[in-house]
């Protein structure tokens, strides 16, 4: 079992920053592949990035790319998004999620609670 505590999330102006945090417990966690979602009011859910057990593959959505980067620290079991140049588009409640049982889309076995993201124009 992994359990998830989004944190970090906040209002912010356009082209701001903000760093998300995962927390999990689990004992086997360096073993799960770990993402990032978010879902926009009246959108659907929709991928945002993902990173391998080690840490040595990460994936990312188009629209992330080169603005947002996915990290994670396996001895203090913590996952991490840091979002640059942030957009009015960009604001969603954002999901962590560990173990997809495809990579890197998912579905994913495992989800937080949520960290409401409000990027202000």
């Known amino acids: 079992q992994v359990q998830l505590v989004e944190s970090g999330g906040g209002l912010v102006q356009a082209g701001g920053s903000l760093r998300l945090s995962c927390a999990a417990s689990g004992r086997t966690f360096r073993n799960y592949p770990m993402g990032w979602f978010r879902q926009a009011p009246g959108k659907e859910r929709e991928f945002v990035a993902a990173?391998?057990?080690?840490?040595?593959?990460?994936a990312s959505a188009d629209s992330v790319k080169g603005r947002f980067t996915i990290s994670r620290d396996n001895p203090k079991k913590m996952v991490y998004l840091q979002m640059n140049s942030l957009k009015p588009e960009d604001t969603a409640v954002y999901y962590c999620?560990?173990?997809?049982?495809?990579?890197?889309?998912?579905?994913?076995?495992?989800w937080g609670q949520g960290t409401q993201v409000t990027v202000s124009s």
């Open positions: 990173i391998s057990g080690s840490g040595g593959s990460t």
């Open positions: 999620a560990a173990d997809p049982r495809v990579w890197p889309h998912g579905p994913y076995n495992y």
